[in-house]
Nanobody, 124 residues
Framework: QVQLVESGGGLVQTGGSLRLSCAAS????????MGWFRQAPGKEREFVGG???????????DSVKGRFTISRDNAKNTVNTVFLQMNSLKFEDTAVYFC??????????????WGQGTQVTVSS
């Protein structure tokens, strides 16, 4: 089992920045990808980006490329943290953001474990 807990959401003005954290614990396999998704009201869950657990390779959706950065901190023994740094935020970035873990890809079906989500609201 893998437990994921997001934090860091909030209200920010257009052009501002936020950093989301995802505390990951449990049995995380080296082959896992840690993914970030978001879901706005009335819309489907959308892939934001991901990072491979072992090599730290990152990849992003075109809509956030150049503005968002994913990184990870594997320093601690039992709890590891994945970050989503969001810069130059736009109104359309408003959504609930979810951390996930699984085999990877840009489809939610590729991820077995999910956090509870954290709200990000960008005011125009």
């Amino acid at each position: 089992q893998v437990q994921l807990v997001e934090s860091g959401g909030g209200l920010v003005q257009t052009g501002g920045s936020l950093r989301l954290s995802c505390a990951a614990s449990g049995r995380i396999f080296s082959t896992y990808v840690m993914g970030w998704f978001r879901q706005a009201p009335g819309k489907e869950r959308e892939f934001v980006g991901g990072i491979t657990w072992s090599g730290g390779k990152t990849y992003y959706a075109d809509s956030v490329k150049g503005r968002f950065t994913i990184s990870r901190d594997n320093a601690k023994n039992t709890v590891n943290t994945v970050f989503l740094q969001m810069n130059s935020l736009k109104f359309e970035d408003t959504a609930v953001y979810f951390c996930s873990a699984g085999r990877g890809g840009n489809n939610p079906q590729g991820y077995q474990y999910w956090g509870q989500g954290t709200q990000v609201t960008v005011s125009s």
